[in-house]
Structure formats: C-alpha cells, structure tokens
C-alpha cells in the first residue's frame, strides 16, 4: 500500500487533466501545487493558518506541511502532490529543515508523505509543449472546460504573437526541466510511473484506470470518466509550429 504520490511535471504536460481525473475518482485525494511558490501565500489563508510573521519559519512550515497533507488527501486515504521540477530543490530545502540529516531528496519525501509513487508526466513533442506554455502566457488563457468555458484565467484577453526566439528558449528550457527529472530519479533510485500527455490526452480513462492501478485503489468504470478540461490547441497553435520548423530550418 502507498501514501500518496507526486505527480511529477514540466508546465502543459496535461497536469491540471491528470490532478482532475485524479480527484474525481474520489479515492485518489486531491492532488494540487501545494508547493508552488506564488500560491503558497493564498494557500496558506484557505488552510487559515496564523499570519506566517507571528510564528518562526520552522512553525509555519510544520503548520504549512500538516496543512497540505490534509488537503491533498481530501478525505481519501491517499495523499497527492503536483510538483514542477522548478519547485522541486525548495520543498526539499523547506523539508530538510523540518526533518534535518536526512541523506537525500528522496528520504526527505518519504519522511514528510510516507510511501509514494512518483508520477513523471512528460510531453514527447516539446515544440506543441513550448507553443501551449507562451499561448497561456500571452493570451493569459490557462485552462478551458469541455465545454469551451472558461476554468482559469491569470490575465486580460490579448491577442497572442508568434516569436520564434522565445519559442526557441522555451524548446530548450522544457527540455532541461525534462532530462533534470531524470537525472533526479536516478540519483535518487526512483523508478517512477512515466505518463505521456499524448497517451493521456488521447485515452484519458485509460490511462487513469492504470494509474489506480499502480496506486492500489478502486478506479472509476470507464465510462464515468469525464476530462474536466479541453485542449487550448488550435490553427494558431499549428500555423506558430509550421512556421517555427521553417524559420529553424532557414
């Protein structure tokens, strides 16, 4: 039996899917980026805890902590975490000061949620990835539901700019984010579940019925398995790849 699990990311990996399809199994807790450094603050006033300036960093940590597991078992059994690559050496960094001499990422994990299946979720195709991560931030468009409405938006609607340099840098960065959580899992003597965002956009039900597999509980019939998000994809998103395999090609 596990305790939880993290799902292991890079941005628009299908991330927000996955943690949704996950939840509504209702016995796959309620995973989250409990540890994304821009929420932790909001996060922290929905938990209710004290005003991090009346308590030292060590307590709200602790209290930030047992907050989190709660939250991301949401009344099931099992604890769930998204975790980006970017954010990965600061929860370390805060874990090793609540649980000090640990001997490595891993034991400092398994200390603070106990037994884990570490998730990596990857996108094979890095330009379709690098092309969805500037869209969102140009248009600040993040997340539509199936029916074309909208689920998150971080900013007003602006037309979005094809850039070749900046798709370039994004390529280039998606890929060290990617190869540096392999790197991780092999210092750490982790063999994680690998999920691809192809497989897991194609046949979501599918690849959630495997998951709760590997996590050991009862999985949702096929049928009643219902994506709470849509893909943004779209002709402009074809027309930037098309026109950034040209201009590399120049």
Same mark, same amino acid.
């Given at each position: 039996?596990? $305790?939880?699990?993290? *799902? !292991?990311? %890079?941005?628009?990996?299908?991330?927000?899917?996955? !943690?949704?399809?996950?939840?509504? &199994?209702?016995?796959?807790?309620?995973?989250? +980026?409990?540890?994304?450094?821009?929420?932790?603050?909001?996060?922290?006033?929905?938990?209710?805890?004290?005003?991090?300036?009346?308590?030292?960093?060590? $307590?709200?940590?602790?209290?930030?902590?047992?907050?989190?597991?709660?939250?991301?078992?949401?009344? %099931?059994?099992?604890?769930?975490?998204?975790?980006?690559?970017?954010?990965l050496d600061e929860l370390s960094a805060i874990l090793d000061q =609540?649980?000090?001499?640990? @001997?490595?990422?891993?034991?400092?994990?398994?200390? #603070?949620?106990?037994?884990?299946?570490?998730?990596?979720? +990857?996108?094979?195709? /890095?330009?379709?990835?690098? *092309?969805?991560? =500037?869209?969102?931030?140009?248009?600040?468009?993040?997340?539509?539901?199936?029916?074309?409405?909208? =689920?998150?938006? #971080?900013?007003?609607? /602006?037309?979005?700019?094809? $850039?070749? /340099?900046?798709?370039?840098?994004? *390529? &280039?960065?998606?890929?060290?984010?990617?190869?540096?959580?392999?790197?991780?899992?092999?210092?750490?003597?982790?063999? @994680?579940?690998?999920?691809?965002?192809?497989?897991?956009?194609?046949?979501?039900?599918?690849?959630?019925?495997?998951? !709760?597999?590997?996590?050991?509980?009862?999985?949702?019939?096929?049928? $009643?398995?219902?994506?709470?998000v849509a893909k943004l994809s779209d002709d402009t998103s074809l027309?930037?790849?098309?026109?950034?395999?040209?201009?590399? +090609? *120049?």
């Amino acid at each position: 039996m596990f $305790d939880g699990y993290i *799902v !292991c990311g %890079t941005p628009r990996t299908g991330s927000t899917l996955l !943690c949704k399809l996950l939840e509504s &199994t209702k016995t796959a807790g309620t995973p989250h +980026s409990f540890y994304r450094r821009q929420d932790v603050s909001e996060w922290a006033e929905e938990w209710k805890l004290p005003d991090r300036d009346t308590m030292s960093e060590l $307590d709200f940590n602790v209290a930030y902590l047992n907050a989190a597991i709660a939250a991301g078992k949401g009344g %099931t059994g099992l604890f769930g975490l998204r975790l980006m690559r970017e954010n990965l050496d600061e929860l370390s960094a805060i874990l090793d000061q =609540i649980f000090p001499e640990l @001997p490595s990422d891993r034991a400092r994990l398994e200390k #603070a949620f106990g037994r884990i299946v570490y998730i990596h979720l +990857s996108r094979e195709d /890095k330009l379709a990835q690098a *092309v969805s991560l =500037i869209k969102a931030e140009q248009t600040g468009l993040w997340h539509i539901a199936p029916d074309g409405t909208e =689920i998150e938006r #971080a900013a007003p609607p /602006k037309a979005p700019q094809y $850039d070749f /340099k900046r798709i370039r840098r994004e *390529v &280039t960065e998606l890929e060290t984010y990617d190869a540096a959580w392999n790197i991780w899992f092999t210092e750490q003597g982790i063999s @994680p579940l690998r999920v691809g965002y192809e497989r897991l956009a194609a046949n979501p039900a599918a690849t959630l019925l495997g998951i !709760c597999e590997a996590l050991g509980v009862r999985a949702p019939d096929a049928g $009643d398995v219902s994506p709470g998000v849509a893909k943004l994809s779209d002709d402009t998103s074809l027309d930037w790849m098309r026109r950034y395999l040209l201009d590399a +090609s *120049v």
